[in-house]
């Protein structure tokens, strides 16, 4: 079946080091959203794409569509404590199924100061 | 406060009781949503409701129940759980079901023990 694969599943940086998630997809996407989950809290929303090649940012978050949208990645700049959390991609799933969107395993950032 | 409210935030049954699990959403959304949070798993969704009716039942046990008696309010019940149900359950909200183009707000979720 459609799966979305996350790598790495767990990140340990020294506070001002960089980050990078990134996320692959079994089929070709219309779109994916990136979620933030801080610890012991919720998936918020952080962002979606929807175009091949798209590049957004938010500040010191960097995203990417990939060409082929098949894949996607979250890059953080000079990562802070308040970065601390799992970041999950989602995508679509597949036969258009209503409001079935596919959620990678997540990547845990830990971040020491 | 994220405009879904969802309660008890925490639960604790054993596997003869029947609770349920309440989710209510301010955002004037049309779509609501059950999902099952595991460790080491990824988010599972177990339902979806647009505008009151059911759309989506991922293959969910029939001890899972859900209930939406209008766009604003979603239900969860549960009876005769196993241990291996214990999970966060949260509940979402968007705009519309539309696969392509629905943002999710979740609630803070419902922490389910079950012993």
């Known amino acids: 079946g459609q799966q979305v694969m996350q790598i790495p599943q767990y990140q340990h940086v020294q506070e001002g080091e960089d980050f990078t998630t990134y996320c692959n997809s079994s089929?070709?996407?219309?779109?994916i959203q990136w979620y933030k989950q801080r610890p012991g809290g919720h998936p918020v929303f952080l962002i979606q794409l929807v175009k091949s090649g798209e590049v957004k940012k938010q500040k010191r978050l960097t995203f990417q569509f990939g060409e082929a949208k098949k894949n996607s990645s979250l890059h953080i700049t000079a990562t802070q404590t308040t970065d601390v959390g799992t970041y999950f991609c989602a995508g679509p799933g597949k036969g258009g199924s209503q409001g079935n969107l596919i959620f990678g395993k997540g990547t845990k950032l830990s971040v020491k100061p | 406060e994220t405009g879904v409210t969802q309660t008890p935030r925490h639960l604790v049954m054993g596997m003869t009781n029947k609770k349920s699990l309440k989710c209510e959403q301010h955002?004037?959304?049309?779509?609501m949503y059950w999902y099952k949070q595991s460790a080491k798993k990824p988010l599972e969704l177990m339902f979806v409701?647009?505008?009151?009716?059911?759309?989506e039942n991922n293959s969910v046990p029939s001890r899972f129940s859900p209930e939406c008696p209008n766009s604003s309010h979603l239900f969860l019940h549960l009876h005769t759980l196993q241990p291996e149900d214990s999970a966060l359950y949260l509940c979402?909200?968007?705009?519309?079901?539309?696969?392509?183009?629905?943002?999710?707000?979740f609630g803070a979720g419902s922490r389910l023990t079950v012993l």
């Open positions: 409701y647009s505008l009151e009716e059911r759309v």
């Open positions: 979402a909200s968007s705009q519309t079901p539309d696969s392509g183009a629905n943002v999710l707000t």
């Open positions: 089929t070709t996407l219309s779109n």
């Open positions: 955002l004037g959304h049309n779509a």
